[in-house]
């Protein structure tokens, strides 16, 4: 039976498993997939014990990403642009990385949230590992303005300027502006705010003010379950409609269950049963 697993530290929170098990039922693939706690310094050993046993691949949650991604022989251009992989796959010898976070938010919203982000202004919140994921999709579904805010401005546009020189995203700066303000001014208002800041793990409120918000804005919080409700809390009491990151978990893990399987498994109906099934 072909093995995989997600790996991380910690990782006894993660609903991969379950995603990628309930995947395979529904699809008829026979594969196992199991969680594997991962010593900070310890992946490199990692995947190379998992080459010698023959796993086929795994998904890398933090804080393992970049670092996954400078271990692999093969990156792809979406993996390129995050300087960071959350899905691997092991062929040949050699490792192969891609990033499917940016691609499972941008179909969450969507598909099943249905808010179309072509000619829409964007706001995105932070420029750490979790933007930089999700920058380039966000670009690529055509929305008529994509403003970065952060903390460190710096970071931000450095983050910014590495998207425009890329080659595979020229068409699509041709008809969005992509900027950077300060977190204290952002602008707007905006139809879709999304948080990829640390602000919803630290407790925090909302990390922008009131005023980005368009009536019935979409404002999307890439974390899920209580880390999430205050922001959606904010957003309700504010006239829109928050959304956290349990639809984003489950489009990646789609898209990273393509990469390895090369069929597309029923992701709402997982997503349906997921939050069917949340207290």
Known sequence: MDRYFVIGNPIAHSKSPLIQTRFAALTGQSLQYDRQLVALDGLAAALAQFQRDGVRGCNVTVPFKFEAFAAAQLTSARAQLALAANTLKFEQGQVHADNTDGVGLVRDIGHNAGVP??????????AGGAAAGVLAPLLLAGPRQLVLVNRSPDKAEAL????????????????????????????????????ASASSLAGAGAPVPASVL???????????????KPL??????????????????????????????????PSAQVLQEMRQAQP
């Open 160 to 195: 910014v300027q590495r998207h425009r020189a890329h080659a595979s995203l020229q068409a699509a700066l041709q008809h969005t502006g992509l900027s950077v303000r300060p977190l204290q001014a952002p602008g707007g208002p905006f139809d879709v705010v999304i948080n």
């Open 117 to 126: 982000l072509a000619g829409r202004d964007v706001l995105l919140i932070g």
């Open 214 to 228: 368009k009536p019935g804005a979409l404002v999307y919080d890439l974390m899920y379950g209580p880390a999430a």
């Open 232 to 265: 959606l809390d904010w957003a309700l009491a504010h006239g829109c409609v928050g959304r956290d990151g349990l639809g984003m978990l489950v489009e990646q893990a789609a898209e990273a269950f393509e990469i390895w399987r090369g069929i597309r498994p």
